[in-house]
């Protein structure tokens, strides 16, 4: 896609997910900051000692590779695919589990690469594999081939809202917008909604949010990035009115009493995809019986993740002061399905929950080429990427999106045909507004939405 990255400069990327210019909102850490690592446990231990599902045929080319997450529930497989032996099970026995200071970090580091003290990849939101791949958001717009090898989770997402606009139509759908929106601008303020890293999935969701009920994310309101770590404590300065990221930090300012959930990304699109299981393509290539082994550890992991029953204990693990430091119970009814929305409605329903192997449409783990071309689309529709982009997205796509290795996997592992999805599409899509996404007909998508940067 040879004009993919001339429409963009890195310069705005830059800008917007390293600092903010309203108020106290600042990143933490960049390139300098070193990663976070796990400690290793007596499981670990135990399983890299034995490894006994690695026949000869199938030992990995290097038992070493590090892999950056975010403390949000989708590095849950990661981690858990770690602290519960599944990858030493399969010969992956130096799994490094790095913690990013923010979404530009891990950006950084996987440029440099784990020889060069970065990352070989990890979770990543989409679409950052292909941004990274195209070099949009990389220094001096070099190319990095990523693959994207694995979806890591569906839902486990929501909207936060400030407690000083409880009661004001905040809500699944914004009611009374004209005059909320109205008030702000004749007091002379705007409404300031927070999100991770701009142009990818999180920002998607508040701007989807926001426009199915007729608000203009580009005028109405003034987006911000703030890493998922600093949303609370941005929240409770009042340097923002809203934040779009995974739990636990939605929900815990409900919790914190700060605040009231407005949406799940569950009720936005139910079982939508979340964030992907990514690496430097040169690593895969180079490690293929390695990778391999990886989406092994991490289907299995993806699947103990997935029992209820074991929902409790992972909230313990991912608790942990090395990994997302925060009380397990905040982490515990989310996990269940449970939300107190903190504004008098409560969700109860295991379905709503992050799933990260089955959801009510198939397999979780799989990467659908259709999701990917969601993605493409809307970055369209926001002008983050040029129209002629859906022109060519089949071919970057098919360069991307490896999930003929997860496929492999899944079938050396002994994965249920059923659960191996037989097409590379899930098919039409459907959203909360009644808006489909029609895979073969990306353009027509385009054309049904009211609130929209490109002209089709």
Known sequence: MSDFSNQFSRR????????????????????GNPPETGSTTPVQQAVATNATNVSAADKP?????????IPIVEAAPLIVAKEKGFFAKYGMTEVDISKQANWGSARDNVEIGAAGGGIDGGQWQMPMPYLISEGRITKGNRKIPMYVLAQLNTQGNG???????????????????????????SAK?????????????????????LAASGVDPDKDVQLLTVPAAQTVA????GSMDAFSTGDPWPYRIVKDKIGFMSVLTAEIWKNHPEEYFAMKADWVNQNPKATIALLKGLMEAQQWCDNFDNRKELAQILAKRS????????????FMGKYDMGDGRTVNDKKM????????????????????????TESVRWGFLPEDTLTNA????????REDLWRQAAKELGVPAADIPTSTSRGVEEFFDGIKFDPENPKAYLQSLKIKKVKV
């Open 12 to 31: 705005k990327f830059l800008l917007t997910a390293g600092v903010s210019a309203v108020g106290s909102v600042f990143l933490k850490g960049c390139l």
């Open 61 to 69: 080319e290097t038992t070493k590779v590090k892999l950056g997450y």
């Open 159 to 185: 909207i936060a809202i400030a407690s000083k606009h409880l009661g004001k139509g905040l809500s699944v759908k914004i009611a009374g917008k004209e005059t909320f929106f109205a008030q702000l601008k």
């Open 189 to 209: 303020t705007i409404f300031k909604a927070a999100m991770t890293f701009p142009g990818v999935n999180q920002e998607f969701w508040i701007r989807y949010w």
């Open 234 to 237: 941005n929240m409770k300065t």
């Open 323 to 334: 990994y997302f430091n925060v009380p397990a119970d905040i982490l515990n009814d989310p």
């Open 353 to 376: 929950a992050s799933l990260y192997w089955k959801d009510e449409k198939g397999n979780v783990s799989y990467p659908y080429k259709s999701h990917d071309l969601w993605f493409l």
């Open 394 to 401: 089949k071919t970057l796509i098919d360069q991307v999106n």
